[in-house]
């Protein structure tokens, strides 16, 4: 009779079926990758699958650190590592120990990748471009102090401005170290600030090499940098995402000197021209104000000023003689006037009237008399001539029809 076994046996014999299958110890599997999870512990998970069928994978953050690029769904990638059996679940999955890109090199994809991350960001915009400073006082050198980066350096700056200090921060350039290096590297400089310029570089070499000029941190550094910075990584066909960060990008670290390191001959040159310049503006311009005080110089108002003022005296004359002759006219016009409205008050005043014999009548109250029912006979009135008054009393009154 055969044996019955519990689901923990069956599960643990095809585990060690699996196990001691030398071929499922060491396999490469080509997929693509679907349902990856980067778990918050480090692990990653998901799923390799072709057209027929699919296996899940789990790859441990001991294996995951390593990883140079950004796993994502969709993506063909060839999974190295162990087949097993997952015991808890009773399912067989691939341990990955490596996770390389299908067609194309690890290092391209992930040089990829993270170019459109940081390009999304904004921190490749030439509006983060900052100027280089004309004349340093003070050059900052971020190299290794052994490679012939910094010889070509200091070689092309002491050659053009010797006056010019440069100031070194030895680091590393390739290997795990180097990029945290870089970083503090930048970061000191920044601190102190005791450069206006910073030289970041190294030789030309594979894209292995130049790596640590990709990594993120040194992307980021760069671009958060207050003082410009130049890239100055490998030879002109190399381009690395310090390249899109910096502030101006050199081909080669000589190349970067020149860019940096005023060339102190041709300052004297520039410094002549404007010199010359300077004195030619100044010769004309002494020239212009020389014929501007000539011209004034001869000008009439000096030459002939008794002329000038005779015209003025004769605009003189002929602006009194219109006064007076404005004012004569008014004061006739006036005197016309004042002996119109004489006229009508001589015909209108009772002096005039009684010049021609009539008289004015008037009680003691001052009331003037004009008709004869206005008094009584014994009153008193006053009788008021051209020439005197009369105090008569009223003996009789008559009143007539016809005005007499």
Not at 207 to 224: G, K, M, P, S, Y
Request: include cysteine.
């Amino acid at each position: 009779m055969s044996s019955i076994y519990t689901v923990s046996d069956l599960t643990k014999y095809i585990k060690n079926l699996l196990d001691r299958d030398t071929r499922l110890m060491s396999v490469f599997v080509k997929g693509e990758l679907s349902n990856f999870k980067a778990h918050y512990s480090g692990h990653c998970y998901f799923t390799l699958k072709d057209a027929g069928s699919q296996i899940k994978g789990v790859m441990f953050k001991s294996r995951a650190q390593f990883l140079k690029f950004e796993p994502r769904d969709g993506l063909k990638v060839v999974a190295y590592g162990q087949v097993t059996v997952f015991e808890r679940d009773g399912q067989y999955q691939l341990y990955a120990d490596q996770l390389i890109p299908d067609g194309v090199g690890e290092l391209s994809l992930a040089f990829n990748q993270l170019k459109e991350k940081l390009d999304a960001e904004g921190l490749f915009d030439e509006s983060r471009k900052q100027q280089l400073p004309l004349i340093p006082q003070a050059i900052g050198i971020i190299t290794s102090p052994t490679g012939a980066a910094l010889r070509d350096i200091i070689t092309v700056a002491k050659r053009r401005h010797p006056g010019i200090p440069l100031i070194l921060y030895p680091v590393q350039v390739q290997g795990l170290e180097a990029p945290g290096q870089i970083v503090e590297a930048i970061r000191a400089f920044n601190r102190l600030q005791n450069v206006e310029v910073i030289i970041a570089g190294r030789g030309g070499g594979s894209i292995e090499e130049l790596w640590a000029f990709n990594d993120e941190q040194v992307v980021r550094a760069i671009a958060a940098s207050s003082i410009p910075i130049v890239s100055a990584v490998g030879h002109q066909t190399d381009y690395t995402l310090a390249d899109f960060a910096a502030d101006c990008r050199a081909a080669t670290p000589s190349q970067a000197a020149e860019m940096v390191v005023p060339d102190v001959y041709e300052l004297k040159r520039y410094i002549q021209t404007l010199q010359t310049m300077l004195e030619n503006t100044m010769r004309t311009y002494i020239k212009q104000r020389r014929q501007a005080v000539c011209q004034l110089r001869d000008n009439r108002v000096f030459t002939q000023p008794e002329k000038l003022l005779a015209e003025h005296r004769q605009l003189v004359d002929s602006y009194v003689e219109r006064l007076e002759q404005a004012a004569r006219n008014s004061i006739l016009t006036k005197q016309q006037q004042l002996k119109l409205h004489a006229e009508k008050l001589a015909v209108l005043n009772p002096l005039a009237v009684l010049a021609r014999g009539f008289s004015l009548t008037r009680t003691p109250a001052g009331q003037v008399i004009s008709a004869a029912n206005q008094v009584e006979p014994g009153q008193q009135l006053e009788i008021i001539l051209n020439h005197g008054r009369l105090e008569v009393e009223v003996a009789c009154v008559r009143e007539s029809k016809n005005g007499y």
